[in-house]
């Protein structure tokens, strides 16, 4: 980047000739966006094309003038594809370094370009066309990683694990129906993407500063050929609203939650205490002093990341909460906040994505871990309330056989069924227990038996897998 000879960048920019003196350095460093919104490149020349086919169709410009200014930003697409585009800090932003370029290039056309048109509502424009684009990418990402979890849920539909309550084993689960769980939240974030991308399709181009402009122009014709769904209704609400940045990092800062509980989860599973799961090495890194080390890096940087992102929604609500309407030098601030969410977000799914499918489950590890705990305590609990017990009581008589085998150090299912009778205080009453209780004792009998909608029998996994499928 440069400071330049040209006579519009000395001039500094379209409102030089107001000013009596240049602007201070630091100034021009503290104000100008060029480092940052560079990225918009691509979609300010497409917003410059359409806006420039409406001038012309409206006969605000003439067809020789949109020629020109098709064939000088042909140019200039050139120029910054192959690396060669001279971005000037003196120009300030990407919007009046495109602009300055094109009249280089062509002359007058160039200068008519900007006519019923204005930065505010030319930077909006591209902040939704650069968001639309960035959004698609990230529902397809998203969509890989709902099908990797579907994968896995399939592969582990049967496989026992204990699930948890306040972290202590409560009941035994399938592994399937707990990735399951993670797929219903992402799928929630990828309706709220769907959602979002609707309310923000809408071309703000014609707002121009904030009061629309005194040209016939036509802004059905320049959002058609955007693709936007419609146009902007209120003007000053155009060139000011931010509403879809913050959205956006909404969906964000929720989708991390997700991303981050599964990483939490991942880290205790891959943590020798549990050893319910491995990771492929290049997914991990060692210790530079602990030999014997393999750290779970990317699910524990995907926990911080969430706190970025969560910074990036803050970052941006603040932004907004105190600007009068319309448009405010403020706005400027709203491009790195929603990069970097952008960044982040599309980082993260990609390595969630390609990591799922590779997660080495320890079976035997997680099933004895769900028979230690006494997940199925609540099973002989239903048992017993089946039998005609109330529920209070059978739950009253099972953590007295549950104490009684902590004292002796066994399970359940280590006792004859007089012992158990005799444990849980019914030795009085043998017509409520008999031989059929050991069978549902078993962590497989007990997750075989919840069986509805919802519930984590393999069966109901794999018809919420048959469901999830049919939605993607
Ligand atoms: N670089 C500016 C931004 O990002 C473009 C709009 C500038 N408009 C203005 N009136 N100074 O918001």
Redesign the pocket.
Known sequence: MSSSNNSLANKAQAWSARFAEPVDELVQRYTA?IDF?QRFAMVDIAGSLAHAEMLATQKIISAQDLADIQRGMAQIKSEIESGQFNWQLAL??V?LNIEARLTALVGDAGKRLHTGRS??DQ?ATDLRLWLRDSVDDIAITLKSLRLALLDLAEKHAATIMPGHTHLQVAQPITFGHHLMAYYEMFSRDAGRLTDLRARFNRLPLGAAALAGTTYPIDREQVAKILGFDGICNNSLDAVSDRDFAIEFCAFSSILMMHVSRLSEELILWLSPRFGFIDLPDRFCTGSSIMPQKKNPDVPELARGKTGRVYGDLISLLTLMKGQPLA?N?D??ED?EPLFDAVDTVQDTLRIFADMIPHIEVKAEVMKKAAEDGFATATDLADYLVKKGLAFRDAHEAVAHAVKACVGRNCMLTDLSLPELRFACGLDNRPELMSDDVFALLTVDGSVQSRQHAGGTAPAQVLAAIKRGRADL
Do not use: I
């Open positions: 966006s919104d300030e932003d919007h930065r505010n930077v448009y030098k706005n400027q491009k």
